[in-house]
């Protein structure tokens, strides 16, 4: 059976098609306007597909399928039907799940994790997702809430974040935070940019994913000491700055070595397809 997975992003939405363990196929477009249009894409991507995964960047009730707090992609999705509306348009059974369980149920099924049991995961891109696993399961929560480093806060004065908080981790290593505290004035760039330009020699945009890389072990050190966990699983758009970031980031765990224990760091394996991956994992056991 061929299984479809989506990935919906604040920027781009990723697909692929699973047959057994091995992706068929995969795209990637700009994400629709809103969930009315996702919706009517979602459906056109495979329309022989036996089952649908979709992961939104945010809560989502799985039970039924609707999108509770999903903030970053474009319109309004808050209590918005997802699993029913592609249902009526597929008729085919839709799993939707957070974007960062995706990706984690990907990594520990066929990536980086595979082997391990008790894993974190951080997914860095326009926002920074998380997961936990522990004794081999990607843990859920009511709202699929469950793991959300991006949201732990490093600097209570910090920006003010798209969740309602000011200094979360988010809004120093999400691709809009990192661009947001390089550029002056009315420059442009991306994540991708600014990192060039720290290859090239450009001390701000060093310094920027200094910081990113700060405030990622800060959440990864608090998630470390709350669950027991010592591997880390990194991914993402943004993750491929995580050079970028290394030093800092493990300064920061090592500095709370003595209760956290030594925390590997990994980078994720599967690449930017991963949460799509992972959704349609989530899809195919619902079929």
Not at 146 to 157: N, R, Y
Not at 248 to 277: F, K, Q, S
Request: glycine letters at 18%; a neutral charge.
């Amino acid at each position: 059976m061929t299984a479809l997975g989506i990935d919906v992003g604040g920027t781009y939405t990723k697909w692929v098609t699973l047959e057994g363990e091995a992706v068929s196929g995969s795209g990637t477009v700009p994400t629709p306007p809103g969930p009315d249009e996702t919706v009517r894409l979602a459906a056109s991507l495979a329309p022989h597909a036996g089952s649908i995964g979709i992961g939104l960047p945010g809560h989502v009730d799985r039970d039924t399928g609707t999108a509770l707090f999903v903030p970053n992609p474009p319109g309004d999705w808050d209590g918005y039907p997802v699993g029913a509306r592609l249902r009526a348009l597929t008729g085919v059974p839709v799993s939707v799940v957070n974007d960062a369980r995706a990706f984690a149920r990907a990594e520990l099924a066929l990536g980086a994790a595979r082997g391990l049991a008790d894993v974190l995961f951080a997914v860095l891109g326009t926002g920074v997702g998380g997961a936990v696993a522990l004794r081999g399961t990607v843990l859920v929560g009511p709202r699929d809430n469950l793991g959300e480093i991006g949201h732990v806060t490093v600097s209570p004065w910090g920006p003010v974040c798209c969740c309602g908080n000011r200094g979360c981790v988010e809004t120093f290593a999400g691709g809009p935070g990192i661009v947001r505290a390089f550029r002056s004035g009315t420059a442009r760039a991306t994540a991708a940019e600014v990192a060039e330009a720290a290859r090239a020699g450009d001390e701000r945009a060093a310094q920027v994913f200094e910081q990113a890389g700060w405030a990622l072990g800060v959440a990864l050190g608090d998630a470390a000491a709350f669950f027991g966990v010592g591997s880390v699983v990194v991914g993402g758009g943004v993750s491929g700055a995580l050079d970028l970031m290394r030093s800092t980031l493990h300064n920061e765990l090592a500095r709370r070595r003595p209760l956290i224990g030594d925390v590997t760091v990994l980078p994720a394996v599967l690449g930017p397809m991963a949460g799509a991956i992972g959704a349609a994992l989530y899809g195919r056991r619902s079929g």
